[in-house]
């Protein structure tokens, strides 16, 4: 299982990569955009647009908007978290309350921020 796990995080990190591919005359992997047209720049990668996308039209009205902002960042900056809201997703009738109970600890570590 372990094995399956680091295959997919290699698989994972490759597209990552990919989606820099070009982009690095413009913006650094590290770099910090400081305008609107520099973050217009900065790709997002593409399961964080779909778990993104899915979120907005699944779980908007479980957050407040003051919530929703920072869960929308999340989920752009942060892969690992998109790609498992996204496995959460995957089969509503089984993981419900799960992906629900996992958006509330999110939410809540938010707030403690």
Known sequence: MIGRLE??????QAEFRETWKGEKS?????????????MARIPTHP?????REQFLELDMALVSP???ACFLDLLTDNVIF???????????????????????????????T
């Open 26 to 38: 413009t913006v650094s992997e590290g770099s910090v955009a400081t305008s609107p047209s520099a």
């Open 82 to 112: 998109a790609d498992t809201y996204l496995s959460l997703t995957k089969d509503p009738v089984r993981f419900a309350a799960g992906h629900k109970a996992w958006i509330e600890l999110r939410l809540k570590e938010i707030r403690e």
């Open 47 to 51: 399961l964080s647009r779909k778990a």
């Open 66 to 68: 003051d919530e929703l």
């Open 7 to 12: 295959h997919r995080l290699e698989g994972i």
